[in-house]
């Protein structure tokens, strides 16, 4: 089987960086993805990591290590509006669907 | 194009009933995901589709479930005898053939059962 593993809750002020980690267990890997969800609101692709390291897209950073089964999204001078959900999903084979993690809560305050 | 669209936003069923909701994909993504999602949890799939053909199922799918994708464009996804636990939010999702692709969902369907 497949599982994921986030921290349910993180918070922090404007401005700041945060990091929200995910590791995960399946018995093939295909790929580590980070969506975000505001409440009420859709899904939505941040990032897709296939290989080891960091990839960087404007104040969002994703980072993965194949060998430690282990990625972690950065978020950096953070906004109000990214208070959301944060989802990191696998795919263990290529042709398969993505498995979501239960999701990380993030709270930016001012 | 105007993205994944869903039919309806909202569906109150009565227990036991049978319920058929809706996706409408990207035109050019030949892949379409089916997932469930209740508060606080993440989305869990379902079932998707490569064009016509239905390439996976959950094995926690009940067989009260089944979803069609006739003609590689649309696609719908049936609950049969509806149940209290099935009452979530139900999301589509398209995408294409590339690993690094995301996933574009829809609104999603939430349905309630009482």
């Known amino acids: 089987g497949q599982s994921l593993e986030q921290p349910s809750e993180v918070t922090a002020v404007e401005g700041a960086i945060v990091q929200i980690n995910c590791t995960y267990q399946?018995?093939?890997?295909?790929?580590l993805s980070w969506y975000q969800q505001h409440d009420g609101g859709a899904p939505t692709f941040l990032s897709y990591n296939a290989l080891d390291g960091l990839e960087e897209t404007g104040r969002f950073s994703s980072f993965l290590s194949r060998s430690d089964s282990y990625g972690y999204l950065l978020l950096q001078e953070l906004q109000m509006k990214d208070s959301a959900s944060y989802f990191c999903a696998v795919r263990g084979q290529a042709g398969t669907a993505l498995i979501f993690g239960k999701g990380t809560t993030l709270s930016v305050s001012s | 194009d105007t993205g994944v669209s869903q039919d309806p936003r909202h569906k109150i069923t009565k227990r036991g009933q049978n319920v058929t909701f809706r996706c409408d994909p990207i035109?050019?993504?030949?892949?379409l995901y089916w997932y469930r999602q209740t508060l606080g949890q993440g989305p869990e799939f379902l079932t998707y589709f490569q064009n016509e053909a239905q390439l996976e199922k959950s094995r926690l799918l009940s067989d009260r479930f089944s979803a069609e994708r006739p003609k590689g464009s649309f696609s719908t996804l049936e609950i049969q005898r509806t149940e209290q636990g099935d009452s979530a939010m139900y999301l589509c999702?398209?995408?294409?053939?590339?690993?690094?692709?995301?996933?574009?969902f829809g609104s999603g369907t939430r349905l309630t059962v009482v």
């Open positions: 999702a398209s995408t294409k053939d590339r690993a690094n692709y995301g996933y574009t």
């Open positions: 399946t018995s093939g890997f295909y790929g």
């Open positions: 035109s050019e993504h030949n892949r």
